[in-house]
Nanobody, 119 residues
Framework: QVQLVESGGGLVQAGGSLRLSCAAS????????MAWFRQAPGKEREFVAA????????FYADSVKGRFTISRDHAKNTVYLQMNSLKPEDTAVYYC????????????WGQGTQVTVSS
């Protein structure tokens, strides 16, 4: 089992910045990759960014490239999402995701943190 706890959401004006954190606990040695997803009201959950837990390779949705940066801290078992130049369309609940195992995968989700960007 892996437990994920997000923090850092809030209300920010367009053009502002926020940093989300996701602290992992439990069987973190088995984590293969971690990611951030988001879900806006009335929309499906969508991929935002991912990072390989060992190698650190990163991947981004086109909509956030150049504005968001995902990073991880092994010592703290924490993944971060630095969000700059925020837009109203970035408003959503942001969820932390952990992939355990490869190729046989088990997925874990955090409870989410609200990000609201005002225009």
């Amino acid at each position: 089992q892996v437990q994920l706890v997000e923090s850092g959401g809030g209300l920010v004006q367009a053009g502002g910045s926020l940093r989300l954190s996701c602290a992992a606990s439990g069987r973190t040695f088995s984590v293969y990759a971690m990611a951030w997803f988001r879900q806006a009201p009335g929309k499906e959950r969508e991929f935002v960014a991912a990072i390989g837990w060992s190698g650190g390779s990163t991947f981004y949705a086109d909509s956030v490239k150049g504005r968001f940066t995902i990073s991880r801290d092994h010592a703290k078992n924490t993944v971060y999402l630095q969000m700059n130049s925020l837009k109203p369309e970035d408003t959503a609940v942001y969820y932390c995701h952990a992939q355990v195992g490869n190729p046989a995968v088990t997925n874990y989700w955090g409870q989410g943190t609200q990000v609201t960007v005002s225009s």
